[in-house]
């Protein structure tokens, strides 16, 4: 005991030694007992619905109020590991590779395993082996969190080759609806062609530098001019408070209900004290008002994304539709591919032309841009 001084040898005293050790009981039970007066306020604070530990990624711990909140940047990396990973094209390597090149940031396969199966992006959190709900605001919707553990138990996964092939699994055949398949020959030249499962098909085969060539002229011809990419901001803009005024009316009706389920709580707890209801109608009613309570939690959960990172995320999504073609460009057809994953859903081709299906929200972007071009419709 550094406090006390004293020096314990085999030849001290047998009084000495008995101080000793009472004094290695006094100490070990001062430290169990902050150990259990930690874990307890750990406990009562995951009780709140407050994470006691450290944020995932995609959120940061805010130290002044103690609380967790969205990391503005890393939520969007995390959002887009759980979109790349909902389309059943990645496997959890590919995935590492994907974020490596898009985001720079290196994540391991485990790690982004224990992401996509964290219940804590959904708006939960497991705590000294029990569920919580958290009071964290959430930015993965319900939906692609379903699809993901869809995915991962097994469910519309891919059956990865041993070869590496950019555009496999984009691509779909005009003629028969087959797929295109690559391959490729001589270990370095690679080749698309229909598979052919329909019969004989008049699909010509394709180089890589010419299906490359091709892709590249789908965002070449969608790009969104200048001036149509300031009106849509602008809209953007504008959309952006009507959706904020909207939300906040509802939150203020729904924190109303929530105050007023809750007061009706505490005065039903007042009256089973009091003996004026019996315990059966305690823990009946109790469940219900526990199930109103967390619906209502579920719905504030569900509005308080922020408006900033909404407005955000949809204004990189149209500086990405704008300069879609000169990033193409600039990338090998690896990334090349990588990059119509996130823009297309699919494309059919033949032998002269490619027709793309775009994935939302730029179907709806280009859609717009093209009629405020006067182009057309056709692309």
Partial sequence: ?????????????????????????????????LREEVKKGMREKAAQGIYPGRAPLGYRNNKAERTV????????????????????????????????????????????????????YRGNFVWGGHLYRGTHGTFIGSDLYDRVQAVLRGHNKPRYGKQEIA???????????????????????VYYRCTGYRGKCATPRFTESEMAEKLGEVLKCIQIPDDV????????????????????????????????????????????????????FWDRRMREWSE??????????????PAPQQLLTAQRTLELAHKAYSLYLTRNPREQAQLLQIVLLNCAIDGTSISPTYKKPFDLIFQRAKKQDGRGERI
């Fill in 167 to 189: 555009f496999r699994g984009l691509l779909t055949c005009a003629e028969d609806n087959c797929r295109i398949t690559g391959e490729r020959k001589k270990g370095k030249y």
């Fill in 69 to 120: 909140e969205v990391h503005p940047e890393n939520a969007e990396i995390v959002t887009r590991i759980f979109e790349m990973y909902a389309s059943g094209q990645f496997s959890l390597s590919l995935l590492a590779k994907a974020v490596r090149a898009q985001a720079g940031k290196n994540i391991s396969r485990a790690y982004l395993h224990t992401i996509l199966t964290n219940p804590f």
């Fill in 292 to 305: 109103d309570e967390q619906r209502i939690l579920e719905a504030l959960g569900g509005l308080e994304q």
């Fill in 1 to 33: 005991m550094v406090k006390e001084g004293q020096i314990i040898s085999k030849d001290a005293k047998s009084q000495a030694k008995l101080i000793h050790g009472m004094q290695l009981v006094l100490a070990r039970n001062y430290v169990e007992n």
């Fill in 229 to 280: 990419l300031v009106s849509l901001q602008e809209s953007l803009v504008r959309d952006q408070k009507q959706v904020g005024n909207h939300a906040a009316v509802q939150r203020s009706a729904l924190q109303q209900r929530l105050a007023a389920l809750r007061r009706q709580m505490d005065q039903a707890y007042q009256d089973k004290l009091d003996a004026k209801i019996t315990e059966e």
